[in-house]
């Protein structure tokens, strides 16, 4: 779920379909809502910077980190339709393609060739849209699909951004098995998502400071509430362990946890 207009007003911002009035999060402001299971139509879509902004911690710091990542990992191992060396970066769960606008807005448009997947055909109509206006030049792809369904190329990065938390947890190691198999040795996985702590106390603390940081910025209790319940069985979260167990189990040597802020955690993988 990497999508986010975090770098789309870098250039061109007036061009933005998304309109400024439609950006605060209202999708589960009604009593009606708790009955609700959350999807990404076109609802969401036209709030999800703003939700994505008040509702995950870090997330614009994971987002400005993958351009200096790409930087150290991206060696240009590919080549594009024109036979020209380039690095190829998968944006899987993409959204409205924020973490390809946030890579895009640091490399020349030669750099780089980008493929960013959702199975949302509402995110991808705005993705397109947004990185046409702001990376025209840049050679992204947007896909519609459902990320267990496509073949990987070969490629020099990977990015599960808030991604495998959505998938049923008996399909994530197929997912990371495809991801290890088509990653160049070099390559990395950056692996961001939402997790859950096996110590009660110490899960339930984080919990309560995570909705402290959502009614901090602005949620209400009914919000809260609403969106809790939208999302569940809808998003399942694993531990800290459990995703660097996955990782080892599909093959990946060597793995840290780069970055934490309350529950969420984002690690690279190296391949």
Not at 65 to 71: D, I, N, Q, S, Y
Not at 144 to 162: G, Q, S, W, Y
Not at 185 to 201: C, S
Not at 207 to 226: L, Q, T
Request: net charge negative.
């Amino acid at each position: 779920m990497s999508g986010t207009m975090s770098q789309s007003t870098k250039n061109n911002s007036s061009n933005n379909t998304i309109k400024p009035d439609t950006l605060f999060d209202k999708p589960f402001t009604t009593p009606l809502d708790k009955a609700a299971r959350f999807s990404f139509d076109e609802q969401v879509v036209a709030c999800f910077p703003d939700m994505i902004r008040r509702s995950v911690p870090g997330y614009g710091q994971v987002l400005a980190m993958l351009p200096l990542f790409a930087r150290r990992h991206c060696k240009y191992r590919q080549q594009n339709d024109n036979g020209q060396r380039v690095s190829r970066i998968y944006d899987l769960g993409c959204s409205l393609g924020g973490a390809s606008m946030a890579l895009a807005g640091e490399f020349e448009p030669h750099d780089l060739q980008i493929k960013a997947v959702d199975i949302s055909p509402a995110m991808t109509t705005e993705a397109k849209t947004l990185l046409a206006d702001n990376y025209s030049k840049h050679d992204i792809k947007v896909i519609t699909a459902d990320i267990r369904d496509i073949e990987l190329e070969p490629c020099d990065m990977v990015i599960l951004n808030l991604t495998l938390q959505f998938l049923p947890v008996e399909d994530r190691v197929a997912v990371l098995d495809k991801v290890y198999a088509a990653l160049e040795k070099g390559g990395i996985l950056v692996l961001t998502e939402k997790t859950h702590a096996l110590d009660e106390q110490y899960d339930a603390w984080l919990v309560e400071r995570y909705y402290d940081f959502k009614r901090a910025n602005g949620y209400s209790e009914m919000e809260i509430s609403g969106k809790r319940n939208a999302l569940e069985n809808v998003l399942i979260t694993d531990t800290l362990d459990e995703h660097h167990q996955r990782l080892d189990h599909v093959g990946f040597k060597r793995h840290l946890t780069w970055f934490q802020f309350l529950n969420f955690v984002s690690i690279v993988a190296f391949r």
